[in-house]
């Protein structure tokens, strides 16, 4: 049997906990951006800084922030570190959110 949202007992703090914790990961506009760079494939530092105008120490937290709360994961090739989306249901949630903005800003 299949659950959902309001299969949920509101007793059940754990699930919110973890809602929470990936909220407040992507919770800045960069990490949203970054998350959409990788929407089609890995990138690695520099890639990412050619898409996405900051500084690489800011990319590099946010990268952090954004891998150990599991929505990236990431992997060495010689001397770069190249990123990926390690959370396919985040992309989903952030494409259907911005798309929806987008529309009504439209």
């Known amino acids: 049997m299949s659950s959902s949202i309001d299969d949920l007992e509101l007793g059940d703090d754990s699930v919110f906990e ?3 914790e990936l909220f ?3 919770a800045a ?3 949203l951006k970054i998350i959409s760079a990788l929407c089609n494939g890995e990138k690695n530092v520099s890639e990412l800084l050619g898409t996405i105008v900051t500084t690489q120490p800011n990319m590099s937290q946010h990268l952090n922030t954004l891998y150990q709360a599991g929505v ?3 992997r060495r090739e010689g001397v770069s570190i190249y990123y990926f989306i390690a959370n396919d249901k985040v992309v989903q ?3 259907s959110i911005c798309t929806q903005i987008a529309i009504e800003q439209g």
């Open 18 to 20: 973890s809602a929470a």
């Open 29 to 31: 506009p960069m990490r």
């Open 24 to 26: 407040r990961a992507m």
């Open 72 to 74: 990236l994961g990431r």
């Open 93 to 95: 949630m952030c494409r």
